[in-house]
């Protein structure tokens, strides 16, 4: 039976940062006088991260393959103004628009997977001038002027709530009840993975931890819809990340491509060996990210109504920051989903914090930058010390 200490440090990865966040969020919340977790405020906070969160789901699996994409935000930018070029000028259905603009995400995503996984040209180098060739398009699209606006539709990917079927004045059920049922799935789930590790022999943690666990989840989650049910409920966006976040977690932990992803990470010249075709599996991890960076490209347009020559600049940042933070190895093999969202959203709450205090863009990027370099220095002395 295992101290509470020895599990934290056994699991140091998966709950560091959670409590970091945590942490981060009472420090901003009495330092804002109550600001930060007003329903308004947590319902953009996740409007404004929710670009950030699905690049990182597809950054994360690069990061674990060994690799990096600088050029995430161009892309997005890039998509964004061909979106808005199809509905506005073009007058394309936005559906059709969207699928449209996923494919050339996928497009983008194969044109540098391609150089990176046969050529084998460094990723660095590949998705830096991906950076700049996209860039440059966006400009060259948009003719240095912003397009819009969009279709009602569209606009409601990143500004649109889910309907009360219930009509309550003042507070809406329905997201409520999404979080019941949310909550009891997250509990049903974890406790039958318990119940298999328990089958097989595996070593599980102790009953008091497995209960205190999902009481806290389950309040938080409980807590957060409560919030947002108290304001106008849960965003479209949210449910797209949900999905995503859910996708992504299952494909990583329960898949054999995920499990691939992490052995070609942790030694790529062993999983060739052992039969896994590297070369495709990280072409179609650039694949997925340009498809991903495709629609964080749309969230961010339809969010502003328009798509401008400077959307997306320094998005990269905060999206690879996001996955170091959020317990990624800078040299491959290790990371998870949670992880990566976790990392999103203490980025996602530090820029939110520091924009109700105050501080100046030129103090912000400085302390995240402090904020990635120790988070890189903690894996790197935690690998140094095993």
Partial sequence: MKTLAALFKSNIREYGMLLALVI????????TQGILMKPVNITNLVLQNSYIIVMALGMLLIIVSGWIDLSVG?????????????MVKLDIHWSVTMLISLMIGALVGAWQGYWVAY???????????????????????LQGEAVGPFPIP?????????????????????????????????????????????????EVTPMYFFI??????SGAVLGLCYLM??????????????????????????????????????????????GVNTPRLLFLTFVNMGVLAALAGMIVAARLNSATPKAGQNFELDVIAACFIGGA??????????????????????????????????WQQAIKGFVLLMAVFFDVYNKNKS
């Fill in 24 to 31: 981060i969020m009472i420090f901003f919340q009495f330092a």
């Fill in 154 to 202: 569209f606009q409601r990917l990143s500004t649109g709530f889910i309907p009360d079927f219930f009509n309550f004045e003042g507070f809406h059920i329905t997201t409520m009840i999404i979080g019941v049922l949310l909550v009891t799935l997250l509990v049903v789930m974890d406790y039958r993975a318990r119940k298999n590790q328990l089958h097989y022999g595996f």
């Fill in 229 to 274: 049910a108290s304001y106008k409920g849960l965003p479209n966006v949210l449910i797209v990340l949900a999905v995503l976040i859910a996708i992504f977690s299952f494909i990583t932990s329960q898949t054999v491509i995920g499990r691939r992803i992490y052995a070609m990470g942790g030694n790529e010249k062993a999983a060739r060996l052992s």
């Fill in 329 to 362: 190895s800078a040299s491959g093999g290790i990371g998870t989903i949670i992880g990566a969202v976790v990392g999103a959203f203490v980025i996602g709450v530090m820029n939110n914090g520091m924009s109700i205090l105050g501080i100046g863009i030129d």
């Fill in 74 to 86: 161009s892309v997005a930018a890039f998509v964004g103004a061909i979106a808005a070029v199809l």
């Fill in 119 to 141: 050529i084998k040209i460094p990723a660095f180098i590949v998705t830096l001038a991906g950076m700049l060739i996209f860039r440059g398009l966006t400009l060259l699209i």
């Fill in 212 to 217: 205190a666990k999902n009481v806290l989840i």
